[in-house]
């Protein structure tokens, strides 16, 4: 508590040197935004959920990574599973789609975008859109889509910042962006590091081992006469991380040493036509690769562990956007993508597995009248390795007034089948000889089995063996932004999304040495459903608060209906006894916490001195099971909920240098079991000089 | 309460019995039993092979007549009824000893099965292909979780027993640890290993051979 009052205090000195500043104490409505609709629109007239955070914020809040700032978002949170990914809308991360400049990064691990790979240093902004978008985006954006923008080309501006912090964290970072007559360019660089830590004590095994990460960027845009503009980006992405782990075996503890190696590239040339803010029309190529590469080698023994994935993304598409007139806008376009993925992990790493899809979309805005505004969008996708898909989505806003508006969107949003739930090809020789077929490969592996004599017996589900389908969601969000004044802002959404043919394994067929044997099916439904609440508030020239809430509630439908029908029991803690569950004793999905919320201080004078505290807030989330029925609904199956409090402040010298300090989880929030992610309290010094 | 509803309607057939037939003075001792039993071992840690724990692969016979373990040296006769081993449970019939018995797992509350249902199928022991209660996780009476290492009973699975002697018996497992408490999840791997493979369960056993458990 004491920090706490020393950091208000800090805060308070900070606001009272601070002098009336330039700086506007209205709030922003005017932010354009393009993610929401693929073209761009200022973020006062789109009727659907979509926020921006932007550079300033992100440096204020002494942010390095993507995780960081999501973290700090209202209604999303970060999960630490196959590194840091992200929920929206108590959607997982892998029904989210994550964008840098428009085009969809790859590089997921049993579905998880690790965020962490992204650095922040070099983005402008970024946009948040919730709900399903899949009629623009396809695949993956279920429960919302992150689109990373970072060309900052044209701002004629170049930067270095140096930052040091706890557990050796050094982040280095430089961007360069310049204007030559019709020239933009942009680049910038950026490696980052930790020494890891350990947050039990004595112990042999880091809980973070040491990793190191640089990313790379370049861009160039050529403006060719009038109507014509061409350019290409590129960027590249490392991280090489340590590995060692320590397995106890007949009491003796044996070390395997190793490291993780993962490298990601991208990128995307265009060539775009512009006719009188008429017609514009845009061709992109976009090529990315991830590679992964896992060794570890035991000390004196042959063999070790060694894992490589090699994933390849190619893809051209057209968009053009053509404003009919004032009052109707017309957005189409098409494209063909192709996958391939080479992996030890389905088969030998030479064995190629390839998906090709082709797909068109078109949406429709159409002013009714001064106050009302309807949007529709379509979107198919034709997939080669499963079912195709068809993803619609309507949109309406109505402002009765300039100070409110209301919105309604309803989606579907689609998550086609991933390389692991097609081609997987794993036998576990140690535990249980288990083996776990993907649904394009498990018929003729059965077959093989069956002829070797090895299947004992199938059972009813592998009858029903058959292609993937996607996995496939409604979303409705429903909200209302009311503007109070010109410094007051309050928002709610009301959102619900309904899963159906989501993927899950199931056991197919036994083996006669007793391992079972796994496939994926179209099985599962689920619910999400909640409010989300913000309010912005400026005071004065020099203060502004922000704060959000969001309300959520998830389940599985198929569990809703087993306790319906009294098919689902839970265990006594005290007398071990079982009873009938309850709707209310069932704690739905894992990982999601039923309240979170945020309050955010920031101060800031005219001469760039400025202070933030950010209070975060994560009520009790459900871990994992265990009193044998599989589900959340005892007491100590949750986690802890608990605050987090960041704080940092910004001392700019002059115009060239600029000093930033901050501690985040100030009050040294650690959870070993269930927080491995979080190291307690960090404090950093950062430097940045602008030239 | 149950021990109370047991006296009283052994008080309400004391006063039925006295009323039909008054001449004689009847012995009426209550059929239903019910106990709850707690550190039966089930081939407890001894050391480990290869890295993987073992026994000394001895099973535990239990009766419910008598309410205690049955030496060994009982186990090809009718004197027990259910013996454990590790996870797997038999019971004596089938290949697993000379007796009648089988089992099925009954899925609801250990109070909700109030008589054997009509339509039920005893299934009998195969070992070691199949047991009477299936011994695989998630298929009969317990789960293993790989993340964990521990073993938990299913809530809302009641083992329906036919003994050796062809009565009826309703079981309950309530934990697999030693002192009926399951280590934390993150208790050490010797821990968990240490205290498992201890039996606490809760039974009715009906010793007037028909079906009903009230």
């Given at each position: 508590?004491r920090?706490?009052?020393?950091?208000?205090?800090?805060?308070?000195?900070?606001v009272?040197?601070?002098?009336r500043?330039?700086?506007?104490?209205?709030?922003?409505?005017?932010?354009?935004?393009?993610?929401?609709?693929?073209?761009?629109?200022?973020?006062?007239?789109?009727?659907?959920?979509?926020?921006?955070?932007?550079?300033?914020t992100?440096?204020?809040?002494?942010?390095?990574?993507?995780?960081?700032?999501?973290?700090?978002?209202?209604?999303?949170?970060?999960?630490?599973?196959?590194?840091?990914?992200?929920?929206?809308?108590?959607l997982?991360?892998?029904?989210?789609?994550?964008?840098?400049?428009?085009?969809?990064l790859i590089?997921?691990?049993?579905?998880?975008?690790?965020?962490?790979?992204?650095?922040?240093?070099?983005?402008?902004?970024?946009?948040?859109?919730?709900?399903?978008?899949?009629s623009?985006?396809?695949?993956?954006?279920?429960?919302?889509?992150?689109?990373?923008i970072?060309?900052?080309?044209?701002q004629?501006?170049?930067?270095l910042g140096?930052?040091?912090?706890?557990?050796?964290?050094?982040?280095?970072?430089?961007?360069?962006?310049?204007r030559?007559?019709?020239?933009?360019?942009?680049?910038?660089?950026?490696?980052?590091?930790?020494?890891?830590?350990?947050?039990k004590?004595?112990?042999?095994?880091?809980?973070?081992?040491?990793?190191?990460?640089?990313?790379?960027?370049?861009?160039?845009?050529?403006?060719?006469?009038?109507?014509?503009?061409?350019?290409?980006?590129?960027?590249?992405?490392?991280?090489?991380?340590?590995?060692?782990?320590?397995?106890?075996?007949?009491?003796?503890?044996?070390?395997?040493?190793?490291f993780?190696?993962?490298?990601?590239?991208?990128?995307?040339p265009?060539?775009?036509?512009?006719?009188?803010?008429?017609?514009?029309?845009?061709?992109?190529?976009?090529?990315?690769?991830?590679?992964?590469?896992?060794?570890?080698?035991?000390?004196?023994?042959?063999?070790?562990?060694?894992?490589?994935?090699?994933?390849?993304?190619?893809?051209?598409?057209?968009?053009?956007?053509?404003?009919?007139?004032?009052?109707?806008?017309?957005?189409?376009?098409?494209?063909?993508?192709?996958?391939t993925?080479?992996?030890n992990?389905?088969?030998?790493?030479?064995?190629l597995?390839?998906?090709?899809?082709?797909?068109?979309?078109?949406q429709?805005?159409?002013?009714?009248?001064?106050?009302?505004?309807?949007?529709?969008?379509?979107?198919?996708?034709?997939?080669?390795?499963?079912?195709?898909?068809?993803?619609?989505?309507?949109?309406?806003?109505?402002?009765?007034?300039?100070?409110?508006?209301?919105?309604?969107?309803?989606?579907?949003?689609?998550?086609?089948?991933?390389?692991r739930?097609?081609?997987?090809n794993?036998?576990?020789?140690?535990?249980?000889?288990?083996?776990?077929?993907?649904?394009?490969?498990?018929?003729?592996?059965?077959?093989?089995?069956?002829?070797?004599?090895?299947?004992?017996q199938?059972?009813?589900?592998?009858g029903?063996?058959?292609?993937?389908?996607?996995?496939?969601?409604?979303?409705l969000?429903?909200?209302?932004?009311?503007?109070?004044?010109a410094?007051?802002?309050?928002?709610?959404?009301?959102?619900?999304?309904?899963?159906?043919?989501?993927?899950?394994?199931?056991?197919?067929?036994?083996?006669?040495?007793?391992?079972?044997?796994?496939?994926?099916?179209?099985?599962?439904r689920?619910?999400?459903?909640?409010?989300?609440?913000?309010?912005?508030?400026?005071?004065?020239?020099?203060?502004q608060?922000?704060?959000?809430?969001?309300?959520?509630?998830?389940?599985?439908?198929?569990?809703?209906?087993?306790?319906?029908?009294?098919?689902?029991f839970?265990?006594?803690?005290?007398?071990?006894?079982?009873?009938?569950?309850n709707?209310?004793?069932y704690?739905?999905?894992?990982?999601?916490?039923?309240?979170?919320?945020?309050?955010?201080?920031?101060?800031?004078?005219?001469?760039?001195?400025?202070?933030?505290?950010?209070?975060?807030?994560?009520?009790?989330?459900?871990?994992?099971?265990?009193?044998?029925n599989?589900?959340?609904?005892?007491?100590?199956?949750?986690?802890?909920?608990?605050?987090?409090?960041?704080?940092?402040?910004?001392?700019?010298?002059?115009s060239?240098?600029?000093?930033?300090?901050?501690?985040?989880?100030?009050?040294?929030?650690?959870?070993?079991?269930?927080?491995?992610?979080?190291?307690?309290?960090?404090?950093?010094?950062?430097?940045?000089?602008?030239? | 309460?149950?021990?109370?509803?047991?006296?009283?309607?052994?008080?309400?057939?004391?006063?039925?019995?006295?009323?039909?037939e008054?001449?004689?003075?009847p012995v009426?001792?209550?059929?239903?039993?019910?106990?709850?039993?707690?550190?039966?071992?089930?081939?407890t840690?001894?050391?480990?092979?290869?890295?993987?724990?073992?026994?000394?692969?001895?099973?535990?016979?239990?009766?419910?007549?008598?309410?205690?373990?049955?030496?060994?040296?009982?186990?090809?006769?009718?004197?027990?009824?259910?013996a454990?081993?590790?996870?797997?449970?038999?019971?004596?019939?089938?290949?697993?000893?000379?007796?009648?018995?089988?089992?099925?797992?009954?899925?609801?509350?250990?109070?909700?099965?109030?008589?054997?249902?009509?339509?039920?199928?005893?299934?009998?022991?195969?070992?070691?292909?199949?047991?009477?209660?299936?011994?695989?996780?998630?298929r009969?009476?317990?789960?293993?979780?790989?993340?964990?290492?521990?073993?938990?009973?299913?809530p809302?699975?009641?083992?329906?027993?036919?003994?050796?002697?062809?009565?009826y018996?309703?079981?309950?497992?309530?934990?697999?640890?030693?002192?009926?408490?399951?280590?934390?999840?993150?208790?050490?791997?010797?821990?968990?290993?240490?205290?498992?493979?201890?039996?606490?369960?809760?039974?009715?056993?009906?010793?007037?051979?028909?079906?009903?458990?009230?």
């Amino acid at each position: 508590m004491r920090v706490f009052f020393q950091t208000l205090f800090l805060l308070m000195t900070t606001v009272s040197f601070a002098q009336r500043g330039t700086d506007s104490s209205k709030i922003n409505l005017d932010e354009v935004v393009v993610t929401a609709t693929r073209t761009p629109r200022s973020m006062g007239n789109i009727a659907i959920p979509v926020s921006v955070v932007s550079s300033k914020t992100l440096y204020q809040s002494g942010s390095l990574r993507l995780n960081d700032i999501l973290a700090e978002q209202t209604g999303i949170q970060v999960i630490d599973n196959f590194g840091k990914g992200i929920q929206v809308q108590g959607l997982s991360s892998e029904y989210t789609l994550i964008l840098i400049d428009g085009e969809p990064l790859i590089g997921r691990t049993a579905g998880v975008l690790d965020l962490s790979k992204i650095t922040v240093k070099n983005i402008r902004k970024i946009e948040i859109v919730k709900g399903p978008s899949s009629s623009l985006y396809g695949s993956e954006a279920m429960g919302g889509v992150i689109n990373i923008i970072t060309d900052r080309a044209g701002q004629n501006k170049t930067d270095l910042g140096l930052r040091y912090g706890r557990f050796n964290t050094v982040d280095g970072n430089l961007n360069f962006s310049k204007r030559i007559n019709k020239t933009d360019l942009a680049a910038s660089l950026n490696y980052n590091q930790s020494k890891g830590y350990s947050l039990k004590p004595n112990a042999v095994q880091k809980t973070v081992e040491p990793f190191r990460r640089s990313t790379q960027n370049l861009s160039i845009h050529q403006q060719l006469g009038k109507q014509w503009k061409a350019g290409a980006s590129f960027r590249a992405n490392t991280s090489h991380i340590d590995n060692t782990i320590f397995v106890q075996n007949l009491g003796t503890t044996i070390a395997s040493k190793g490291f993780e190696k993962n490298e990601e590239y991208n990128l995307t040339p265009y060539l775009q036509f512009n006719k009188e803010q008429k017609i514009k029309s845009i061709l992109r190529g976009y090529i990315t690769g991830f590679n992964a590469l896992q060794q570890l080698n035991v000390k004196n023994a042959t063999g070790g562990y060694d894992d490589r994935f090699r994933q390849l993304f190619a893809r051209v598409e057209n968009q053009t956007d053509w404003q009919m007139n004032a009052h109707a806008a017309f957005t189409a376009g098409a494209g063909i993508v192709r996958e391939t993925v080479r992996s030890n992990r389905y088969d030998t790493a030479s064995t190629l597995r390839t998906n090709t899809i082709a797909y068109f979309f078109a949406q429709h805005e159409q002013k009714i009248s001064s106050k009302l505004t309807w949007i529709g969008g379509l979107r198919f996708d034709a997939n080669q390795a499963y079912a195709s898909v068809w993803s619609p989505k309507i949109a309406f806003q109505y402002k009765p007034s300039d100070k409110v508006k209301l919105n309604v969107s309803y989606g579907r949003g689609f998550k086609a089948p991933d390389f692991r739930q097609l081609y997987l090809n794993f036998t576990n020789v140690a535990a249980g000889a288990y083996s776990v077929f993907g649904s394009e490969v498990a018929v003729s592996e059965l077959k093989r089995l069956s002829t070797a004599q090895l299947l004992d017996q199938t059972t009813a589900l592998a009858g029903n063996l058959s292609a993937l389908k996607p996995e496939v969601s409604g979303g409705l969000n429903a909200g209302i932004v009311y503007n109070l004044d010109a410094s007051s802002q309050f928002t709610a959404n009301i959102f619900r999304n309904d899963l159906k043919n989501m993927i899950v394994t199931d056991v197919i067929a036994f083996k006669k040495n007793g391992g079972q044997i796994y496939s994926y099916f179209n099985l599962k439904r689920a619910l999400t459903r909640g409010i989300e609440l913000g309010a912005q508030q400026k005071i004065g020239q020099l203060i502004q608060l922000n704060t959000g809430y969001q309300y959520l509630y998830t389940a599985d439908k198929d569990v809703l209906q087993s306790i319906k029908n009294g098919e689902v029991f839970q265990r006594s803690l005290t007398s071990g006894q079982a009873y009938r569950m309850n709707r209310s004793d069932y704690g739905g999905l894992p990982n999601r916490s039923r309240h979170t919320a945020n309050l955010k201080f920031n101060a800031e004078n005219a001469k760039g001195y400025f202070s933030t505290i950010r209070i975060i807030y994560r009520s009790r989330w459900g871990t994992s099971d265990l009193d044998g029925n599989g589900l959340i609904n005892r007491a100590d199956e949750y986690a802890r909920g608990h605050v987090q409090v960041n704080t940092s402040i910004g001392l700019p010298l002059n115009s060239h240098w600029k000093f930033m300090a901050g501690i985040d989880n100030l009050f040294n929030y650690k959870d070993i079991q269930f927080l491995p992610g979080n190291p307690g309290r960090r404090a950093y010094l950062d430097i940045q000089f602008i030239f | 309460m149950r021990i109370s509803r047991i006296i009283g309607s052994a008080m309400l057939a004391l006063v039925v019995f006295q009323a039909c037939e008054k001449n004689e003075a009847p012995v009426v001792v209550p059929t239903l039993t019910e106990k709850t039993v707690s550190g039966i071992p089930a081939d407890t840690i001894v050391g480990l092979v290869n890295g993987q724990p073992v026994g000394a692969g001895k099973y535990t016979f239990f009766s419910f007549e008598t309410n205690a373990v049955v030496p060994s040296t009982d186990s090809n006769s009718v004197k027990w009824d259910v013996a454990v081993r590790g996870t797997t449970i038999i019971t004596n019939g089938g290949n697993s000893g000379p007796g009648v018995g089988g089992a099925f797992v009954y899925v609801g509350t250990f109070d909700d099965l109030k008589t054997v249902p009509k339509d039920s199928v005893f299934r009998q022991d195969n070992a070691p292909t199949s047991y009477a209660v299936p011994n695989t996780s998630n298929r009969g009476w317990y789960v293993y979780s790989p993340v964990s290492m521990l073993i938990t009973p299913i809530p809302g699975r009641v083992l329906v027993f036919k003994t050796a002697k062809g009565k009826y018996a309703k079981v309950e497992i309530l934990n697999y640890y030693k002192g009926g408490v399951t280590p934390s999840a993150t208790a050490t791997d010797a821990e968990k290993l240490k205290n498992q493979r201890y039996y606490s369960f809760r039974f009715a056993y009906q010793a007037d051979g028909t079906v009903n458990f009230k």
